[in-house]
């Protein structure tokens, strides 16, 4: 310990993480001398996201650090007493082993059990008698029920269920904010230089995180398949790797070459992968975790200036953008996954298409991009379109469409034939029957499938809806409405539901800590973007004129 002072880093356990932030949390925003105001319901619901996230990362911790003989003692009581070699056929013969009739062994030089003759029926003493299966299948399904799932498994559905309930909840309050018409300014309990610097620090924390982390074999698995799309090698004829690419989802395959950077792993699984020599460091992977490192720290920081840009740009209060941005640090969500790239990559681009909604080109690309990258943003663009329907939708159109473009271009690079080609780009835009097997998840703890069917078709019949109603749209209605549709996505999306926290808690963030933007629509935003324009070039013009 003296030598590593003070250079040492230990990560803080998550669960003292989260005691600490939900109550740093309340320090710093929590409206004291108004108990019933909305503003502290809202911190409620965002605290209550962390008991979730910590059911969810725990159980998943206990599946994989689980031993063997101690997952199957946790759930047959027999299995105890065969670790112990007290009673299973691989006991050690030096230990003392109960005879059949219940006496001790002899010890070195006695006589061995007597063994009775084949015509002869053994019978067994209760405490030998076989233990009936406690974890059974059910036979039409195959799956387990959730009291006979082990014991990381009922954790982490218990965690998927609790995170459904607080996004529902979330889901609720976005749908309703346009009827709340009253919206006093709330500031946070610190000042401007506090909160930034609070910020800077969380963010220091949290990238020393990233930089630290060892990825293990398996968050490398999706890595490894894509660097043979980047080689052009034929990876859709192997089925096991066209499993581990789909395993995020539809959307962009090529993504799937940057690991995942979780908070635990060892670095000895990396070289395992691609069996290499130990003593060669410069290896594909080893370069490909470290671009996968850096675009988790660009888009944890292109989400934070995208908070501390809308709130000054769209909300004139710098000092409520900084808040916005220290709450999402402060979070436990943000915490554990710092390093998962499509958790923080299509969330960084929504929100800089709400940074630009003034430029209905640029927010059309960053939204093209982002259902491009994940496909589920696609899910915005009823209500994207109808938010510029009546100035602005040819250049938001444009803009999306040209992004999309990129994308399906730079499957050309990857593909091995015409049909890998078609083949990358149906999983790029999710074409096929919606499906119900090989689904991670809380569908894969025990949750039918087929639930997902009706959610998906409430799902599209609420993103359809927003292209009618409300009639006029403005900035507000937009940006609760964005978070809406990435909130109601967690319950059918049928890999990582309920955990993709960066989807929309910004968006109620923003909704949480906005004005009064009535009247706020794309005419009006347009046209104080118009102003802007002239007023920068008329400074320019006299800039360039001569002094007499």
């Known amino acids: 310990m003296s030598e590593q002072f003070p250079f040492g880093y230990e990560r803080i356990a998550a669960t003292t993480w989260a005691y600490l932030s939900s109550l740093l949390m309340l320090c710093v925003f929590f409206k004291f001398n108004r108990f019933w105001s909305i503003r502290n319901f809202d911190l409620l619901l965002i605290v209550l996201l962390a008991p979730g996230i910590l059911l969810v990362e725990g159980g998943r911790q206990w599946v994989e650090n689980e031993d063997p003989v101690q997952a199957s003692s946790a759930f047959d009581p027999a299995a105890e007493t065969d670790a112990a070699g007290t009673n299973g056929p691989d006991s050690s013969s030096t230990g003392d082993s109960p005879r059949p009739d219940g006496t001790d062994a002899p010890q070195d030089g006695g006589e061995e059990p007597v063994v009775p003759p084949d015509n002869e029926e053994i019978i067994a003493l209760p405490d030998q008698a076989e233990t009936p299966p406690l974890i059974e299948e059910d036979p039409d399904t195959g799956e387990l029920s959730a009291a006979e799932l082990p014991r990381g498994e009922r954790l982490q559905r218990l965690g998927y269920i609790w995170l459904f309930a607080v996004a529902a909840l979330f889901l609720l309050r976005l749908l309703l904010d346009p009827v709340l018409v009253r919206r006093p300014l709330l500031e946070p309990n610190m000042t401007p230089g506090g909160l930034v610097f609070m910020g800077c620090s969380l963010m220091i924390f949290l990238f020393a995180n990233i930089i630290s982390a060892k990825p293990n074999a398996d968050d490398l698995s999706g890595a490894s398949d894509a660097i043979k799309m980047l080689q052009r090698e034929a990876v859709a004829e192997d089925e096991g790797a066209q499993e581990r690419l789909l395993r995020r989802g539809p959307g962009y395959q090529l993504f799937s070459l940057f690991p995942i950077i979780p908070s635990f792993g060892d670095e000895r699984e990396i070289r395992e992968i691609l069996d290499v020599d130990p003593e060669d460091e410069n290896t594909h992977m080893n370069r490909y975790v470290i671009a996968a490192k850096s675009l988790a720290i660009a888009s944890q920081i292109l989400i934070v200036l995208g908070l501390v840009l809308i709130g000054h740009l769209h909300f004139k209060s710098f000092r409520a953008g900084v808040g916005m941005a220290v709450i999402y640090l402060i979070l436990p969500y943000t915490a554990v996954f710092t390093g998962h790239v499509m958790h923080a990559l299509p969330a960084a681009l929504m929100l800089w298409a709400l940074v630009l909604l003034r430029r209905p080109g640029f927010a059309g690309v960053f939204i093209g991009l982002a259902a491009g990258v994940s496909y589920y943003p696609l899910f915005l663009l009823p209500l994207w379109i109808s938010f510029y329907w009546e100035k602005g939708r040819a250049r938001f159109l444009i803009g999306f469409f040209c992004a999309l473009a990129i994308c399906i271009g730079g499957l050309m690079f990857t593909s091995y034939d015409v049909s890998d080609f078609l083949a990358q780009l149906r999983t790029m835009f999710g074409f096929w029957v919606p499906k119900l097997q090989g689904l991670e998840g809380v569908w894969a703890l ?74 706020r629509i794309a005419s009006v935003e347009l046209a104080v973007a118009e102003k802007a324009r002239r007023l920068r070039s008329a400074e320019m013009s006299e800039e360039l004129l001569p002094v007499e």
């Open 446 to 519: 025990g949750w039918d499938a087929w639930y997902r069917l009706p959610l998906l078709v409430a799902f599209i019949a609420l993103s359809v809806s927003f292209a009618f109603w409300p009639e006029q749209k403005n900035v507000g209605t937009l940006i609760a409405f964005s978070g809406a549709i990435m909130a109601a996505l967690q319950f059918w999306h049928g890999f990582e539901g309920g955990l993709l926290l960066a989807w929309y808690v910004p968006f109620a963030l923003l909704t949480i800590f906005r004005p009064n933007l009535d009247g």
